[in-house]
């Protein structure tokens, strides 16, 4: 079975998302993992063997998992900073929860491996399933700008 990474972004976009639910498990996951960090600094490791003592290899993509969670925290300075400046110019406070979907966002996006547009639906529905109502469009407004702001520093990154 093709992962989600491999399958053509037109079947990527399509409503049916029953088909990629261990994909879906996986990223809900993910930002469960990444609000913990934040909240309270929880180690790589101790991450891991929590998510997988609770989740089996058919519920989510283990290996995936454990990746972008090690992405995350190799990242994690630089995506502190950068949700540092959004609160510094909002002047409001940054939920947790968004600041992880947020993260999870751009380490997607950074890893340059789907289709930007889908990076951001997918960060668009986890902000619908775990934050307020309205949370999305700040989400989806935020990974945007960044996504323009910073196009060229982290493709020369990646190659």
């Not at 992880?100 to 380490?107: E, I, K, Q």
Request: a neutral charge.
């Amino acid at each position: 079975m093709l992962s989600l990474l491999q399958r053509p972004f037109e079947k990527i976009m399509s409503k049916n998302l029953g088909q990629y639910k261990q994909e879906l498990q996986t990223r809900e996951c993910l930002v469960q993992a990444i609000y913990q960090y934040i909240f309270n600094a929880t180690s790589l490791n101790l991450l891991i063997e929590q998510f997988l003592a609770e989740n089996t290899p058919k519920k989510i993509n283990v290996p995936y998992f454990k990746q972008r969670l090690k992405n995350i925290f190799e990242q994690a300075d630089d995506l502190k900073e950068i949700t540092r400046n959004l609160k510094d110019n909002e002047g409001e406070n940054l939920e947790m929860i968004d600041e992880a979907v947020l993260w999870l966002g751009m380490v997607e996006i950074r890893a340059n491996e789907l289709p930007h547009p889908v990076v951001m639906d997918e960060c668009i529905r986890l902000s619908k399933k775990f934050s307020n109502p309205n949370s999305f469009k700040f989400i989806n407004a935020k990974l945007d700008e960044w996504l323009k702001t910073n196009k060229a520093d982290w493709l020369k990154k990646s190659n």
